[in-house]
């Protein structure tokens, strides 16, 4: 008998635990809509009309030499070698400044270009933006191309812009 004792015990004791681990978690989690009835989200284009076009003619010309990405974060093709505080500084400079076009080799997965509109952003913007991603390719040893968007381009201009003439 002492052993029926000890079993249901031990049962209620499981059930005891289950139910308030599960009733716990319950609370705990949070609501699977994070927006509310008066918010509406509307999906917008990624690309402006001069940015599409700037974009389709890296495309052609560029081939199968690179991958053109746009709109790339900073951080994420830039490797900050440095410790602490130093490190932060950096990495909060650049945390938001993102490059309008990323010429990735598609062997190494590196960025080997970096080619940006001139009139991308506002002009109170601008200079200090450029600026910042400027001295960092610099640093990273990464040639920054610059395109005007009011000028028009051909393939074989482009291409001679991102000096890739000689490449094979």
């Known amino acids: 008998m002492d052993t029926g ?3 249901a015990a031990a049962l209620a004791v499981a059930l005891l635990l289950w139910w ?6 319950a ?3 949070p609501s699977a809509s994070v927006l509310s009835d ?6 917008v284009p990624l690309l402006t009309d001069a940015q599409l076009l700037i974009y389709n ?3 052609l010309a560029v081939q199968d030499r690179y ?3 746009v709109h790339v974060p900073l951080w ?8 602490g505080p130093l490190r932060t500084q950096i990495f909060r400079q650049i ?3 993102r490059v309008d076009f990323a010429l990735v080799h598609p062997g190494s997965r590196r960025v080997e270009q970096v080619v940006e509109m001139m009139d991308a952003l506002p002009a109170s913007q601008d200079t200090e933006h450029r600026q910042i991603v400027k001295t960092v390719l610099e640093a990273a040893g990464i040639p920054l191309r610059v395109v005007k968007p009011r000028q028009s381009y051909s393939v074989d201009e482009l291409s001679a812009l991102l000096e890739l003439d000689g490449e094979e």
């Open 57 to 59: 003619l890296l495309r």
């Open 27 to 29: 609370d705990d989690t």
């Open 76 to 83: 994420s093709f830039i490797q900050i070698d440095a410790d």
């Open 5 to 7: 004792y000890l079993l």
């Open 20 to 25: 308030w681990h599960f009733s716990r978690t």
């Open 38 to 43: 008066d918010i509406s989200l509307t999906p």
């Open 95 to 97: 945390a938001f400044k």
């Open 67 to 69: 991958l053109v990405f």
